[in-house]
DNA sequence: TCATGTGAAGACATTCACAGCA
DNA sequence: TGCTGTGAATGTCTTCACATGA
C-alpha cells in the first residue's frame, strides 16, 4: 500500500500535468515537473514508481501517458458521488470549484438545514434538509462527506454523517471531531493553517 | 528548531486544551489529550518535550499553564497582521471564522477588485483594492497572506503578494505558484483534498 | 551526454519501554 | 499504582549516487 504523503504528491502531479497538458513538448522530465509541483526530481522519480509508469531516459515522460497511469491508479471505474454538509461559505466555495473539474468525482448532494437553501440546485448540485442524509446517502452510494457546518454543531452532524454511512470525512469545522474507529477524518481547520504559516514565516524572516 | 509536524501538532494541541479549559478538571493527562486531539500520548509527550513544559507524573499536565506555554512559544508579543487577497467564498468564510478567535492574530486587510466589495468593513476587516496591496502591507507590517481568488489571476496576484513584502502565502487557488526562493507556501486546494479522501476511503473501505 | 530507475545511505519521526517520582 | 520524561529502538521518508540505456 502506498502511503499518504506519496498520494497527496501523485495527486499534485496530476494537477500539475494537467495545467502544463497542451503547452510545450508532449514529454517532460522529472526535473520540469519538480519545477513546478515543488518537489524534488528524486522524489518524483521514487513516487512514480508506485504507479509502475516509466518514462525513457530519452525523453522523460510522456504526458499523456503519466496522466493516463496516474487516472488509473487514483480514479475508480466509475463516477463517485461525495456529500457537502453545510451549504455557507465554504461549502459553496468547493461545489464552485468543483464544478466540472474531475471526471471522475461529483457533488451529488448538498444538505443544510436552513430552509431558504433546500430543494433547490446550487452550483450544479441539488441541496436537501440533513433530515435526509442517511436516505440520499444510501441511494447515491456516498462514502465521503465534506464537513462544513458551523463549529457548535459540526460534532453532532459529523455523527449523523458516520450513522449515514460515511467513513471518510473531510473537516472544515475548527473542532475535534471524535468519532469510532475505521472512520477516516481529515481536518482542514483554516485558523490552525493561518498560524502555521504565521510561524513559520516568522522564522525564515528572522534569517 | 522544530520540525514542520511538530509545529501543527502543538497548534493542534493549544486548540484541543482551550475547547477542553472550561470542562472538568484543572488538569489533564496526555492519554486525555491523545484521545481528543486524536495522537497518541507519547507523541505528545514527546511534542510536549519542544516547549520545555513538564506536567507532573501525579497530576498529569495543568491546563492554564500549558496552555501559557504554548502561547509562549506559538504566539509573538505583539498582534501578527495577515491579509486575504480575494473577498468571494473562501475569504469570506476565514474572516468569518476568524472573527475574534485568536488573540494575537488578525486579518487587518481585505482585497479584491470588486468595486462593490471596496472600501467597506467585511466581518471586522477593512477592504481595499489589490492596488493598495504593496502600500498597506508595508503600512500594516503584514508578511502573511492569504490567497483565495479565482486560478486564472492566482500566480499573478501571488507575485503582487511577493512584490508587497508578503513570504508566507496559505493558497486556496488551485494552481502550481512559482514563486522566488525565500517565500514559503502551503497549498490547500479543496479538491485536491477530497481526491484524498475518497481514495483513502476507498482503501480502507476494502477492509 | 543526460535522464531514468533504484539499491543503499542518510535523515527524520514515532513508538517502545522503563527509571523515577508523587 | 500510574503517570511523566526520555534514551534507545524501530519505522518511515527522502536523498544520494550510480549503473543502465537512448
Known sequence: ?????????????????????????????????AHCSGFSSAQIR???????????PAHGYNKRELLKSLNEFLDTEEIENVAVIGAGHIGRALLHYFQGRRPKLQISAVFDVDPEKLDRIMYGS????IDQLSAICKEQNIHVGILAVPA???QETAQKMVDAGIHGILNYAPVDLVLPEGVYIENRDM?????????????LNKH
Open 191 to 203: 485558523i490552525l493553517a493561518v498560524e502555521k504559516i504565521t510561524y513559520i514565516s516568522r522564522q
Open 46 to 56: 521514487r513516487d512514480l514508481m508506485a504507479i509502475g509508469y516509466s518514462g525513457s
Open 1 to 33: 500500500m502506498i502511503s499518504k504523503r506519496n498520494l497527496e504528491r501523485l495527486i499534485q502531479y496530476r494537477r500539475t500535468l494537467l495545467a502544463l497538458q497542451e503547452k510545450g513538448a508532449d514529454s517532460i522530465f522529472s526535473h520540469e515537473l
Open 126 to 129: 441539488h441541496t436537501y434538509h
Open 152 to 154: 457548535s454543531v459540526a
